[in-house]
């Protein structure tokens, strides 16, 4: 395989386990971003792959190569960090070339490949400045291009973007995304950011607590999470949730949590082999509809973002969010009627959390 192997990858820091017998197969030409909340090991994992930490236990293999005691230098490797560990005193052009000259390159080749990377990148004018005279945006984009200049087989990012702004971030996801697509290279890319996680991975691994919770597509993780730590953490607002039983319901299914009947059309033919047991239903907001026909909810507050407005509920005493467009007015206290989309709801087991369909 010719992507990035972890085995049974174990990590202790002075006798504390912070990651346990991580099992994970990256293909060659992902874009496979570790999402997680902060302290669940993201970039522990990333500097095991990249030699910066040694494993405590288990291996670590690119392009089938077993890397597990090779230094970083050695692994075919390029990362680019969060704070951008530019040399200070270099110019843009030598602080991208530096890598290829520790390498022996003769200089008209750096010159070369500096002046590709710096189209590439946007960042040509730039090139005989130094770092202190670059905006924060100018200052990641030269990052990159010393990952890109060395052209490992893969790259890995540690929250790359996060002292960007708002806007930069977005104009610079939106480029790396492209980077991916044109050369077309593995990256590891960490985060604890869902939106980020989501526009750019062909495959995101979500973490909690040093332990793998679900390695999927960003679809699947968003639309069939494996569990609540999943389904709450990606997508915002949050899911719903809602404790209570699934019930006959004529010919269909109902669920009840104390609100009446709310009927689930759609949901699998399996899950009637669920009628009567505990569980927990997770509904997105944007599964949630205002429906004459629905159960009884009482409006807490309506919140309009500009495209659509996040309306606050209470339900049989529990608090929702259901996401509507910003044509109708709902008052504060007021009464609203309201209806679940069957098939697109998750139904979690109580006690472990784990997705019971
Ligand atoms: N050098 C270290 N010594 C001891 N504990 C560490 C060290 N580095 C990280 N940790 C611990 O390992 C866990 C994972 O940290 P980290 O990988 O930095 O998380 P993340 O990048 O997801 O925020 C945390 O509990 C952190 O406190
Ligand atoms: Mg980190």
Do not use: W
């Amino acid at each position: 395989m010719n992507g990035v192997e972890l085995r049974g990858v174990t990590k202790a820091y002075s006798g504390l386990t912070v990651m346990e017998n991580i099992n994970l197969e990256i293909e060659d030409g992902a874009f496979l971003v570790l999402l997680g909340p902060s302290g669940c090991g993201k970039s522990t994992l990333l500097n095991m792959i990249a030699g910066l930490e040694p494993v405590t236990d288990g291996s670590i293999h690119i392009a089938g190569r077993d890397v597990t005691a090779l230094e970083p230098d050695e692994r075919d490797i390029a990362m680019v960090f969060q704070s951008y560990a530019l040399y200070p005193t270099m110019s843009v052009r030598r602080n991208i070339g530096f890598g290829l000259k520790m390498r022996g390159m003769p200089k008209a080749d750096i010159d070369n490949r500096v002046g590709e990377i710096g189209e590439l990148l946007q960042i040509s004018p730039l090139l005989d400045r130094k770092p202190s005279q670059l905006s924060g945006g100018q200052q990641q984009r030269v990052a990159i291009g010393r990952a890109l200049v060395r052209e490992p087989s893969v790259f890995l990012f540690d929250e790359p973007l996060s002292n960007l702004d708002a806007k930069l971030r977005a104009d610079m996801r939106v480029e790396l995304k492209r980077l991916h697509e044109r050369l077309g290279r593995t990256i590891v890319y960490v985060t604890h950011d869902q939106i980020e996680a989501m526009t750019l991975a062909t495959r995101v691994v979500v973490l909690d607590k040093g332990h793998i919770q679900q390695a999927d597509t960003p679809e699947n993780v968003y639309r069939r999470p494996a569990n609540r730590f999943v389904a709450s953490f990606v997508g915002a607002p949050t899911m719903n949730f809602m404790d209570g039983k699934l019930v006959q319901y004529g010919d269909g299914i109902a669920f009840d949590g104390g609100m009446g009947q709310l009927p689930m059309a759609g949901l699998p033919a399996k899950a009637r082999d669920l009628i009567g047991q505990s569980i927990t239903l997770g509904a997105r907001p944007e599964h949630l509809m205002f429906d004459d026909t629905g159960v009884n909810a009482r409006v807490l507050l309506a919140e309009p973002t500009g495209p659509d407005q996040y309306v606050r509920l209470t339900v049989a005493g529990t608090e929702v969010t259901a996401r509507t467009g910003p044509e109708q007015q709902f008052k504060s206290g007021g009464d609203a009627r309201i209806m679940v989309d069957g098939a697109r709801v998750s139904l979690f087991d109580p006690q472990s959390g784990r997705a019971m369909l």
